[in-house]
């Protein structure tokens, strides 16, 4: 079960780079060719909402991705930000969040969002089958 971690500071920078390692480990985990634009698409989306989390709690803590290749491919994206109650006056930001979850779900073959302990941070998960485990 190989296993690649990266930790960037929240800035939206640093979101290119963690889709580029992301297509990297997937291409080498045996993810369908063509299947590597939708997993690229779906880890810029996650790490760019964990980044915006951070951004909004004004906090300097790391961003964790987390690529695994076991029985299938997943990709862990963990923010350590309070909980997001969001802005119920501004219909807009709760538009752009749901959408950005609905192009998650529609990107990888299985979507879990996990809130953190205590209301503290989240886990959004994503999978793709591999070529030995479809």
């Known amino acids: 079960m190989p296993t690649v971690r990266l930790r960037f500071s929240p800035s939206p920078a640093h979101v290119r780079t963690a889709r580029l390692v992301a297509v990297a480990c997937g291409r080498r985990a045996g993810v369908a060719v063509d299947r590597l634009e939708e997993l690229k698409l779906a880890v810029g989306e996650a790490c760019a909402r964990a980044v915006a989390r951070h951004r909004r709690g004004s906090l300097p803590d790391m961003v964790l991705l987390e690529l695994v290749?076991?029985?299938?491919?997943?990709?862990?994206?963990?923010?350590?930000?309070?909980?997001?109650?969001?802005?119920?006056?501004?219909?807009?930001?709760?538009?752009?969040?749901?959408?950005?979850?609905?192009?998650?779900?529609?990107?990888?073959?299985?979507?879990?969002?996990?809130?953190?302990?205590?209301?503290?941070?989240?886990?959004?998960?994503?999978?793709?089958?591999?070529?030995?485990?479809?």
């Not at 969001?86 to 969040?97: C, L, S």
């Not at 503290?120 to 994503?126: M, V």
């Open 69 to 134: 290749d076991d029985a299938g491919f997943e990709v862990r994206v963990l923010d350590y930000a309070p909980a997001d109650p969001g802005n119920p006056d501004d219909p807009e930001e709760t538009v752009v969040a749901e959408a950005g979850i609905a192009l998650l779900a529609e990107s990888a073959d299985v979507l879990k969002v996990t809130p953190g302990a205590d209301g503290i941070g989240s886990t959004i998960s994503l999978w793709w089958p591999t070529a030995n485990h479809r």
